[in-house]
């Protein structure tokens, strides 16, 4: 897809509301009698003249949609007497024509130009200001990679009109939106920082005291914060972070359970990397609940993050039982769901025949990549001892060919089973044999050990006597 075509689409959701019921009921309290029939009229030619330059932009080319829109503000004012909604709305679709045109200088201006509209000044109310500016500042961010730096001067130019108007709900939104599209973008500078920084200041009281008024707000800065900090992988503000999002939500019960969902999400890879498997598994599944479209991004990770966890806790009970889960028959969750299901059954070669086949998928996701290892020696092991149960002599070459692995690894896997004591014998490396005891023999040992320690006792006993 060109650019172009990518601005286009994004440009068809720009205007969404030029069909939409404002259009055409713009007039509808004139039609009750507060307005005359001549009034009624001239919006009408507005209307008109409007819809009609728009859909010049094909038929004629940019630059007559342009000139055309443009006769719609001079008639607005001409009629008003002041630049109103229907200017509003022309200004808008101006601007994105000259973004399709590529005249940054002319961009710049007519934004500039955008700026100034206000409830008091144009009737246009500071939700409609805000999704204005809002869909420009998507349509030029999404539209390629290039146009980053220009949407981070129209953030800037934006940001700036609203705090010399010291209008600071439509700034606080605005700079949440532009931290969010750096964030997404990888641009995790000392400017996202320092907005962050700014955010988080605007959220508290004189006192340095957090400000109940504008808890959720804080609550989505803290959202971004951890993210950030998780990429950075500084565990200590991340986990820092964690603890005052639930603190925070605590003590402002009306915040909902939704906006909580990143920190569970978060909270569950920190327990991840702490072998807390079930802790994990519960904080993954609490996201997964709550995940709703601003963090949709993160639900297909946060499933296969729950599948991983489900492995390593050791648990039979599939997540795919619950109802959210199973309805997601995403191609990525797929393979995770066929690794779960041939893990619990213990078919070790067809784990790693789906671990082979799906690698990005897989191995592709870094978080999931670094548990890997783990899930391989847990079903190793869970093989290696149903292997040797029957027998008191097992050759190590042997178990390496039933597992697919050297015996090298083999020995180590053994050794690190011995250590906790989940086998109980002892390895000959010369005969590359794993001798097991039996039960009497342990008895025996056992006995050994205890008689050791006793005679040790009574050594200690008869030297201090002596003394």
């Given at each position: 897809?060109?650019?172009?075509?990518?601005?286009?689409?994004?440009?068809?959701?720009?205007?969404?509301?030029?069909?939409?019921?404002?259009?055409?009921?713009?007039?509808?309290?004139?039609?009750?009698?507060?307005?005359?029939?001549?009034?009624?009229?001239?919006?009408?030619?507005?209307?008109?003249?409007?819809?009609?330059?728009?859909?010049?932009?094909?038929?004629?080319?940019?630059?007559?949609?342009?000139?055309?829109?443009?006769?719609?503000?001079?008639?607005?004012?001409?009629?008003?007497?002041?630049?109103?909604?229907?200017?509003?709305?022309?200004?808008?679709?101006?601007?994105?024509?000259?973004?399709?045109?590529?005249?940054?200088?002319?961009?710049?201006?007519?934004?500039?130009?955008?700026?100034?509209?206000?409830?008091?000044?144009?009737?246009?109310?500071?939700?409609?200001?805000?999704?204005?500016?809002?869909?420009?500042?998507?349509?030029?961010?999404?539209?390629?990679?290039?146009?980053?730096?220009?949407?981070?001067?129209?953030?800037?130019?934006?940001?700036?009109?609203?705090?010399?108007?010291?209008?600071?709900?439509?700034?606080?939104?605005?700079?949440?939106?532009?931290?969010?599209?750096?964030?997404?973008?990888?641009?995790?500078?000392?400017?996202?920082?320092?907005?962050?920084?700014?955010?988080?200041?605007?959220?508290?009281?004189?006192?340095?005291?957090?400000?109940?008024?504008?808890?959720?707000?804080?609550?989505?800065?803290?959202?971004?914060?951890?993210?950030?900090?998780?990429?950075?992988?500084?565990?200590?503000?991340?986990?820092?972070?964690?603890?005052?999002?639930?603190?925070?939500?605590?003590?402002?019960?009306?915040?909902?359970?939704?906006?909580?969902?990143?920190?569970?999400?978060?909270?569950?890879?920190?327990?991840?990397e702490q072998h807390n498997y079930k802790e994990a598994y519960?904080?993954?599944?609490?996201?997964?609940?709550?995940?709703?479209?601003?963090?949709?991004?993160?639900?297909?990770?946060?499933?296969?993050?729950?599948?991983?966890?489900?492995?390593?806790?050791?648990?039979?009970?599939?997540?795919?039982?619950?109802?959210?889960?199973?309805?997601?028959?995403?191609?990525?969750?797929?393979?995770?769901?066929?690794?779960?299901?041939?893990?619990?059954?213990?078919?070790?070669?067809?784990?790693?025949?789906?671990?082979?086949?799906?690698?990005?998928?897989?191995?592709?996701?870094?978080?999931?990549?670094?548990?890997?290892?783990?899930?391989?020696?847990?079903?190793?092991?869970?093989?290696?001892?149903?292997?040797?149960?029957?027998?008191?002599?097992?050759?190590?070459?042997?178990?390496?060919?039933?597992?697919?692995?050297?015996?090298?690894?083999?020995?180590?896997?053994?050794?690190?089973?011995?250590?906790?004591?989940?086998?109980?014998?002892?390895?000959?490396?010369?005969?590359?044999?794993?001798?097991?005891?039996?039960?009497?023999?342990?008895?025996?040992?056992?006995?050994?050990?205890?008689?050791?320690?006793?005679?040790?006792?009574?050594?200690?006993?008869?030297?201090?006597?002596?003394?």
């Open positions: 897809m060109s650019d172009d075509e990518d601005f286009m689409n994004e440009d068809e959701e720009f205007d969404m509301d030029d069909y939409g019921e404002e259009d055409f009921d713009m007039g509808g309290s004139d039609q009750e009698g507060s307005g005359s029939e001549g009034e009624i009229e001239e919006e009408d030619k507005i209307r008109n003249q409007y819809h009609m330059s728009r859909d010049l932009a094909d038929e004629e080319g940019i630059d007559e949609a342009i000139a055309g829109l443009e006769k719609v503000m001079k008639m607005e004012k001409d009629w008003q007497g002041k630049h109103g909604s229907w200017s509003f709305k022309a200004l808008k679709r101006i601007i994105s024509f000259t973004f399709k045109l590529g005249d940054e200088k002319r961009l710049m201006e007519r934004f500039d130009e955008l700026l100034t509209y206000n409830s008091k000044a144009n009737d246009i109310s500071e939700n409609d200001l805000f999704k204005g500016i809002e869909k420009i500042l998507n349509t030029v961010s999404t539209a390629a990679a290039a146009q980053t730096e220009l949407a981070l001067k129209l953030y800037g130019k934006a940001l700036a009109a609203m705090k010399a108007a010291k209008n600071e709900n439509l700034w606080s939104k605005t700079s949440l939106k532009l931290a969010q599209k750096m964030f997404d973008k990888g641009l995790h500078s000392k400017q996202l920082d320092k907005i962050l920084a700014e955010l988080e200041e605007s959220c508290k009281l004189p006192d340095g005291s957090e400000n109940p008024k504008k808890a959720s707000l804080l609550l989505d800065v803290y959202a971004l914060q951890i993210q950030l900090h998780m990429e950075r992988k500084d565990r200590k503000k991340t986990k820092e972070l964690s603890e005052k999002g639930f603190a925070l939500a605590k003590n402002n019960p009306g915040i909902l359970n939704s906006k909580l969902a990143i920190f569970h999400f978060v909270g569950g890879k920190l327990h991840m519960a904080a993954f599944f609490e996201a997964f609940n709550f995940f709703e479209e601003s963090y949709f991004r993160l639900k297909i990770p946060c499933l296969k993050y729950i599948v991983v966890a489900t492995m390593l806790m050791l648990g039979e009970i599939s997540p795919f039982a619950d109802a959210q889960a199973k309805t997601h028959n995403n191609p990525e969750i797929k393979p995770m769901a066929d690794l779960l299901n041939a893990y619990q059954h213990n078919e070790i070669n067809r784990v790693e025949k789906i671990l082979k086949e799906n690698k990005t998928v897989i191995m592709g996701d870094p978080f999931i990549e670094q548990f890997i290892k783990n899930i391989l020696r847990e079903i190793r092991t869970k093989v290696l001892l149903e292997l040797i149960r029957p027998y008191t002599r097992v050759a190590v070459p042997f178990i390496a060919k039933q597992l697919n692995i050297t015996a090298a690894e083999v020995q180590e896997l053994l050794v690190f089973l011995i250590l906790d004591h989940k086998v109980n014998g002892n390895i000959d490396q010369v005969n590359q044999l794993l001798i097991l005891r039996g039960e009497l023999e342990s008895a025996k040992y056992r006995f050994i050990e205890k008689w050791g320690t006793q005679l040790h006792s009574i050594h200690n006993v008869v030297l201090n006597k002596v003394a």
